[in-house]
């Protein structure tokens, strides 16, 4: 009886350790974490860039990060799309391998060497960087982050834990878009110039 209870117990634990295990990539816009975000037309918008790992992986808290490497390809799903005017990686890592961007790319790399001057890249949630966004005309981006080298390992922890085949198991990338509203008193005015144009129409044909 003894041994079965081990055994389920065991089960169990295996289970619950497969489903919530994870180290995953997060966004945010300062306010609000997630997959989707809105903001009005004209505006730029700052979207932070983390890692997060959740029991029962504790390499990030047992030690420091390093090293990391995203690569994100990003294009507009209906209207016009953000434009990024600033990219660059957190100061926790002194030095930053690639912060390049393009109209449809978004490269976030870097390492830390001076551990000491710079604090420690270390915890469950890690800030990698930060980039602007510009959202000139109404419209809906997708970013799609990915593994920015496959052939290398560029997520590593100071007692050199390899933590890209977490990370990107199964080619896993991490998305999220990003809406350009009107501005309220932008739709206002189109209220008012649909109602006034309704209203001389109707008084042609009265």
């Known amino acids: 009886m003894k041994t079965q209870?081990?055994?389920l117990l065991t089960s169990l634990l295996l289970l619950v350790t497969n489903v919530s295990a994870d180290i995953v990539v997060t966004f945010s816009d300062g306010s609000t974490s997630g997959t989707e975000f809105f903001a009005n037309t004209g505006e730029t918008v700052t979207m932070f860039v983390t890692v997060e790992e959740t029991l029962p992986n504790t390499e990030m808290t047992d030690n420091f990060l390093i090293?990391?490497?995203?690569?994100?390809?990003?294009?507009?799903?209906s209207g016009s799309v953000a434009t990024i005017t600033s990219n660059s990686v957190d100061a926790a890592?002194?030095?930053?391998?690639?912060?390049?961007f393009t109209g449809s790319q978004l490269n976030l790399a870097g390492i830390d060497i001076d551990f000491a001057s710079n604090g420690l890249p270390q915890g469950p949630t890690i800030l990698?960087?930060?980039f602007d966004?510009?959202?000139s005309s109404p419209g809906t981006t997708q970013f799609e982050f990915g593994d920015y080298d496959s052939a290398l390992d560029d997520f590593v922890t100071s007692?050199?834990?390899?933590?890209?085949?977490?990370i990107f198991a199964n080619?896993?990338?991490?998305?999220?878009?990003?809406?350009?509203?009107p501005e309220p008193s932008a739709i206002s005015l189109l209220t008012l110039?649909?109602?006034?144009?309704?209203?001389r129409r109707r008084k042609r044909f009265a």
């Open 5 to 7: 209870l081990f055994v």
């Open 67 to 77: 090293g990391f490497g995203l690569k994100a390809d990003y294009a507009a799903v």
């Open 93 to 100: 890592f002194d030095t930053t391998t690639d912060a390049s």
């Open 128 to 130: 990698l960087g930060k």
């Open 133 to 135: 966004l510009l959202l």
């Open 159 to 166: 007692s050199a834990q390899k933590l890209d085949g977490i």
């Open 171 to 181: 080619s896993r990338s991490f998305d999220f878009m990003i809406t350009a509203v």
């Open 193 to 199: 110039f649909g109602i006034a144009a309704m209203a």
